[in-house]
């Protein structure tokens, strides 16, 4: 399938023509922070690379490309963690960042337009200085709307308020050939024809380019607080949340730490977090409007908690111990990068009264294969983020390693009921694991969608779903 | 493409075999009940009626309905308005409704699977003695939750709580050649590829069969009332909803209703409406669990209403006036259709704000092409039910107006950024509309898609996006 063509003299004139000059930076010229994303060990340079600045250039481009058999791959802002927004083939690096205007709030309909290079921490800003929500959390607030939306992107708030899908109301898209479609739009609600907004969000740029975006915007909670509750073991913390979930209160968030994560936070923020008696913590959020309610709720929790055997239970309502706590909650991932020389991670999600066993999981084969494991996550959701740290492991030694503790890892999450990505998506770095997650009828039928919105194959080659050829 | 085979004495034979002779039901024979749904005027008698009792029996008709090419139609309990479960070719209807066994409450994950033949009523009346919440509220509770998956079925509260969709965590669907596959899961976010569980939801029974079903649960509200606001006319009712949404309360619903319908209403069951003063009605619901909040809520809105003209404004908190108002709301669809002789519907879905502009223009429509038009709807969600009804019409003037005012309404709807259908489906009845409201390219794309799960179309034929000729 993939004889693309490579990008010549003519074509090279082509895109400087349509974008000028400065938008079409020819591949030996482009930055290095654009031949990869977040995933480490994959990196690829582009042919050209374009930064398209109206919906009209990223169809001409489009057309362009489909008529000359030339590879693209949108990018976002290249925060990916599974290597989705590489140029596998080279070709076209479609980058959307500069298309980040906030078109319209519509207070009306609880709707905010904006394209899709904006930067998720600008969505935020823009909304709760108006005093509207917008509820999805992804930790990664430089990442672009576009790219959580191709990722489905999920956060800390799932457990209440759900992922990105739930809040993208329409979707303007560019097919691979160029055509423009609009799907979904202002309304609540629709049955009119398979949704193929869903089918979008979370394609991962292989189905089409997701230019313009109708968000779903809620009322911002009045009020907010954090719990944070110390455990002596990890596996008591854990335990305790589908008790929590059996209780039939919902926090905002339930996240799961370990004291040693803690540790490599502190250092790698130089400050100190409020508590480090524990070996391991719940941190609960509660948001609402109603003060009677958010206490009812917390309070119910942490009595769960001390039950079973929390050490204390700490309300964090405070600018100040909101900050120690959240920051470095923030910076877990960063700490654990520093602390090592090259990590990969997954990202597996399972059904929550089965996060315990996965950890412990994990924790065993940290023993069996010698090799660092750490993790942190959504434990309120089932969202595990589970780091294996190279060290001081020689190349090949670390290889195998790796590809060995991520065979058993998938196949625990596997038997466990969970999915290969709770939230970082599969791009090209977990293609396999999907493969042998879904099995050949589910890749059959996906293979078969990616051939009707892109019957040649140039929309982000290499990801998701290709043929195990081209991987 | 519909060159399909007729059932002849072997596959007769097989299928008795199969499912025995009680669940296998020759054509001639079948109960008219089965030949059609609630949308009037659509009349097919099926070759044969299979009753399957499990996931086993639907992959075992599958298997032999491909290989022999037999259009196989789903059918929950019939209760659809669009013609859905309507055997247009003829060949094998499939009756879900026997496959109604609830199969597992699980509290630690707030999930409730089920076999797709359960009744809604089931579902709730089983989650609510556990203090636990199935928020779609879709009106017509004796649907199967099977038949509301396939049309991603609405109601009342989906101004707060959202759509069947939402709640939809995992499904098992036979494939149209028998193979069975597990779509999502337990899990609260995923992901891991194409999201073919939000592609069968909503598919009409098109791209699979769903036999099975994981249901997300919410913690039952401990408390709810009603807010009955009459207002002098029906433009300041509707026009005060979007007022509504801005002030950032959310309502669990937003219904409106007309004196006519409610005076119908009163006719059809014998009993009183608590209040007959004025031409229109908001019916506002509010939930949660903290009186604090609550109360806050309706003061808000109680003030919003009586500042754009509302005559008073009735909280309802006794089980008796809730029951005297929300029977009639339940009954305005019955009490319209035994106001008439016949009747279609227009199930269209626009944004808030544009919910006043729309119903204007129905009266309009009344005037200029003569004819009886009645709507209720939810206002808080931009759903409305339109209805247009025969009365003394002859059938070719009934035809010819019916098709006169339908074109009219669809076509208001795009201009409005609406859809064809907000939560009844596209079936049969409105193809045409679907085509000319999402245009050639995505039509394109969703006959593609329908091609891949099911290349020879045996599939509910003629239904959502089937070819112009077939219609």
């Not at 990018?75 to 500069?98: E, H, K, N």
């Not at 980040?100 to 921490?121: F, H, P």
């Not at 508590?275 to 003060?291: H, M, P, Q, V, W």
């Amino acid at each position: 399938m993939n004889d693309f063509n490579k990008l010549d003299a003519a074509d090279m004139a082509f895109f400087q023509q349509l974008c000028g000059e400065k938008r079409a930076v020819p591949g030996a010229t482009v930055n290095d922070d654009y031949c990869h994303d977040e995933l480490a060990g994959i990196h690829r340079r582009p042919e050209i690379l374009l930064q398209p600045a109206t919906t009209d250039e990223v169809a001409a481009i489009m057309r362009y490309a489909s008529a000359h058999r030339l590879p693209v791959t949108p990018r976002g802002q290249g925060t990916g963690l599974v290597g989705g927004a590489v140029p596998l083939y080279g070709g076209i690096l479609l980058d959307l960042s500069g298309m980040n205007r906030i078109l319209e709030l519509d207070e009306a309909n609880l709707t905010l337009t904006v394209e899709s290079g904006v930067l998720l921490m600008d969505v935020i800003k823009f909304v709760e200085e108006k005093g509207l929500f917008y509820p999805p959390d992804p930790g990664e607030k430089s990442a672009t709307i576009g790219g959580n939306i191709n990722t489905n992107a999920g956060g800390m708030r799932a457990v209440k308020y759900g992922v990105t899908r739930d809040y993208v109301r329409g979707l303007e898209v560019v097919l691979a050939d160029g055509r423009v479609i609009e799907l979904g739009g202002k309304v609540v609600k629709t049955s009119s024809g398979y949704s193929l907004k869903d089918l979008l969000v979370g394609s991962e740029g292989t189905l089409g380019v997701v230019t313009k975006v109708i968000l779903r915007l809620l009322p911002l909670p009045r009020r907010k607080l954090s719990l944070l509750v110390p455990f002596p073991t990890l596996d008591q913390a854990i335990d305790t949340v589908p008790q929590i979930v059996k209780s039939r209160t919902i926090p905002t968030a339930v996240e799961f730490m370990q004291r040693e994560v803690i540790l490599a936070a502190e250092q790698f923020l130089g400050r100190k977090f409020p508590d480090k008696s524990a070996d391991a913590y719940l941190l609960l959020t509660f948001d609402g409007n109603s003060r009677e309610e958010i206490e009812q709720s917390y309070h119910e929790v942490a009595e769960i908690c001390l039950a079973a055997g929390a050490i204390d239970a700490f309300i964090s309502n405070t600018e100040e111990r909101n900050e120690a706590i959240w920051s470095a909650r923030g910076a877990f991932l960063e700490a654990i990068k520093a602390s090592t020389t090259e990590l990969d991670e997954c990202d597996v999600v399972v059904p929550r009264k089965n996060v315990g066993e996965f950890i412990r999981f994990t924790h065993q084969l940290q023993q069996k294969h010698g090799v660092r494991i750490r993790s942190f996550g959504h434990a309120g959701d089932g969202n595990l983020h589970v780091y294996v740290l190279r060290d001081q492991l020689a190349q090949a030694d670390w290889e195998a390693k790796l590809t060995a503790v991520f065979a058993e890892m998938y196949a625990m999450a596997r038997r466990l009921d969970g999915k290969v990505s709770g939230e970082h998506g599969i791009g090209y770095a977990k293609e396999r694991y999907l493969s042998d997650s879904v099995g050949p009828d589910q890749l059959a039928l996906m293979r078969g969608i990616k051939a009707v919105f892109d019957p040649a194959g140039i929309l982000n080659p290499g990801k998701i779903c290709a043929a195990e050829s081209e991987v």
